[in-house]
């Protein structure tokens, strides 16, 4: 053993230059693709094991279908059940509702509240939101034991391949992508100090540029990552804001491995407050206090005055303000949106068969979700630049970055949801309830005769005022207890045109005497 | 990291669960996942804020009423609902099953469910006062009390078969017999 270290050791140099020159150079040799291909090949195996090993359970109702089918897609949307109630719920609120109008009231409201409650139902067992901020479900399993919902034991050749997989990863990969890792990160602080030193405005910018991409892309090696750029001609050159959806805190990095970009965020402490020290000491970030945060304004305005310089890198941000789980994109906050500059959005999907790059930061604090990266198979990411967009004349900012979200959902294949991502630490608020209230009752007021109560009784109410003192007398004597509410207002209501000549014939009179 | 896999279900539950319900074993394993994920505290039962905090659930008019009929249903006092109790209830929404034998999503077992949202102290039966809270929650501000009272009227009055200002739990079941109960209370389990 120890004879074969002096051997181990060089070997290891060698490779470890080898990673690192590629990376300078941006050129890969195809092994991590290679290595992406044969563990893909295992974990199908697996699966193919499993589902022999242990079938799943028959249906009573179809006894003919036997053993259930493997299923080849990486991010499926596996439901519990299938969400009619909610479908209609929604579409009676839109305006789309079957029936026709002028239906009785209490009609409607009953079978409305039948069709809540189910929907309600249906929400609780399965809702669009809450699975956004967890981790997606693989359809088949990687051999990661944080992937895996119970543990029973099903065979013994799945167990001998997580062993493997788990000794290659612990005591195989980890110490090289520390390696790698290190030194990719001191060399991102060390150029960036030196460089700082450079008083040549367009030398700094040249170097600075150079450097961030190879030291990006060595970390970005450090992870075993396997990035793909689509599109690079609409990538951002010089200005502009880069928006992008957001899974995971080394969204930035990948981006960071094919363009240079400045960043905007909260300072932090620690060796993240140290890198955004080191970054700003050659090129001009963003960073503002925590009390500053909340000052909106001043965000806004130090953005507007970055975008209008052009001598200064696009900033790139993340509209949602949290990590969503990749599948789906959710509400764009409109502050960058207001700024009026160019908008470069950015599409990022992760294939997550390998390691699922998703931050559930409720979950995992920021060390364990990098050791967790370090520790698993593979990142692979497909990175889209779409066309720039600037907002048109007759769209608020709200509007224009729903039309950027719906443009990244549909590039990246995500689902595109209106609901705020802050509804991952956050109750629902009141005014989104009363949203939901308005609603209803629009949707009452176009199928039932609600709408026609309030008129005839403000009618009725109108009437009442303008009667003077004989008319008042008269429709007492006509009215009684016995009558309903319904033959009240009519009762008063007839006395409407009588009291609209008068009216005019009165306003007649008082033009005639003025003139 | 992980303390939600301790909590796990053990196959004679499973089947018990199984047979009580007509879910079959993967459809509870799934649901077992599900109320695992709503019980963000890992306390292993669910309580009422937990139901709040989805979303699609706190904007439907009826959220409140329907936690609160789940609970009334499951025979809770302590407001506490476990797995066994929280499956059972799911499974009144079961579709109907023509030739089977359930004990849990018959029509009148959903009829059950839609009266415990509206009859909110538990006395078995629906008030005028207590159609308004419904009411309300469905609308909010948009209509004004006189119109609440009128619609509230209007509906105790078509039910309440013996005129005694309130309908009970026969004169629903007897108030909604044209209406397709089965299909608007049943929702699709897959697999």
């Known amino acids: 053993m120890l004879i074969l270290l002096p051997i181990f050791f060089p070997l290891v140099a060698l490779l470890l230059a080898v990673v690192i020159v590629l990376a300078i150079f941006g050129k890969s040799l195809g092994i991590r693709e290679w290595y992406v291909d044969v563990l893909t090949r295992i974990f199908e195996w697996g699966s193919a094991i499993e589902a022999y090993e242990a079938p799943a359970e028959v249906d009573e109702e179809e006894p003919g279908t036997g053993r259930r089918k493997l299923r080849r897609s990486s991010s499926s949307d596996i439901g519990i059940i299938v969400r009619e109630k909610s479908t209609v719920v929604e579409s009676k609120l839109d305006g789309n509702e079957p029936e026709e109008n002028q239906q009785k009231t209490v009609r409607v409201i009953v079978n409305d509240s039948l069709d809540f409650a189910t929907a309600g139902m249906e929400a609780i067992i399965e809702d669009q939101v809450t699975s956004r901020f967890k981790a997606e479900e693989l359809s088949s399993w990687n051999l990661l034991t944080r992937t895996r919902f119970s543990f029973h034991h099903i065979s013994w050749k799945l167990s001998a391949l997580w062993v493997g997989g788990f000794f290659l990863r612990y005591f195989i990969l980890v110490p090289l992508r520390v ?206 630049y779409l066309p720039k967009m600037t907002r048109k004349d007759d769209e608020d900012a709200i509007a224009f970055s729903r039309r950027v979200k719906r443009a990244i959902a549909h590039k990246g294949g995500l689902v595109d949801l209106e609901w705020d991502g802050m509804l991952k630490r956050e109750r629902v608020s009141s005014k989104l309830v009363q949203m939901y209230q308005k609603r209803y009752f629009d949707r009452l007021q176009r199928t039932t005769s609600i709408g026609q109560i309030t008129e005839n009784e403000s009618e009725a109410l109108e009437v009442m005022q303008n009667l003077n003192d004989e008319e008042r007398e008269l429709l007492l004597k006509e009215l009684d207890d016995s009558m309903d509410e319904a033959t009240l207002i009519k009762k008063v209501s007839e006395y409407g045109p009588i009291i609209r000549k008068r009216l005019q014939s009165s306003a007649g009179s008082s033009q005639s005497q003025s003139s | 990291m992980g303390n939600s896999s301790s909590l796990m279900l053990r196959d004679e539950e499973i089947d018990e669960i199984s047979k009580e319900t007509e879910f079959n074993r993967n459809q509870i394993v799934r649901l077992y996942s599900r109320f695992l994920s709503l019980d963000k505290k890992g306390q292993g039962y669910l309580e009422r804020d937990d139901f709040l905090n989805v979303p699609e659930l706190a904007v439907n008019p009826l959220g409140d009423r329907i936690v609160d009929a789940f609970f009334t249903l499951a025979g809770d006092n302590e407001q506490k609902l476990n797995f066994r109790q929280f499956v059972r209830i799911l499974a009144h929404f079961q579709p109907i099953n023509r030739g089977k034998k359930n004990v849990l999503n018959g029509r009148r077992d959903k009829l059950k469910f839609a009266f415990q949202m509206y009859d909110l102290n538990k006395n078995g039966y629906i008030t005028r006062e207590e159609f308004k809270v419904i009411l309300n929650s469905m609308v909010g501000a948009n209509i004004t009390p006189e119109q609440l009272d009128k619609i509230a009227d209007r509906t105790i009055e078509e039910a309440d078969g013996d005129h005694d200002g309130r309908i009970s739990f026969d004169e629903f079941c007897r108030a909604m017999e044209k209406t397709d109960i089965e299909e608007k209370m049943s929702i699709r389990f897959l697999n």
């Open chain 1, 179 to 384: 390696v790698i890792f290190a030194v990719g990160f001191s060399m991102m602080a060390g150029s960036c100090f030196i460089i700082g030193m450079i008083p040549h405005k367009k030398i700094r910018k040249f170097a600075y540029k150079h450097a961030m991409l190879m030291s990006q892309r060595i970390v970005a090696r450090s992870f075993s990552s396997i990035i793909r750029f689509h599109n690079q001609e609409n990538r951002a050159n010089q200005g502009g804001i880069c928006v992008a959806n957001h899974t995971s805190p080394i969204d930035v990095l990948i981006l960071s491995t094919d363009n240079c970009y400045a960043m905007i965020g909260q300072k932090q402490g620690g060796i993240l407050g140290f890198m955004q020290t080191a970054l700003s000491k050659a090129e001009h970030h963003i960073w503002f206090e925590r009390s500053e945060a909340g000052d909106r304004k001043k965000v806004t305005d130090r953005l507007r005055a970055h975008t209008n310089d052009p001598s200064k890198l696009p900033i790139i941000i993340f509209p949602e303000g949290t990590c969503i789980n990749n599948t789906s994109v959710m509400m764009f906050k409109k502050g960058s949106f207001e700024i009026g500059s160019t908008i470069y959005p950015i599409a990022m999907k992760y294939d997550s068969r390998l390691t699922d790059a998703f931050w559930n930061s409720s979950e995992q604090s920021y060390g364990e979700y990098l050791w967790r990266m370090m520790t698993s198979w593979a990142i692979i990411c497909d990175v889209w």
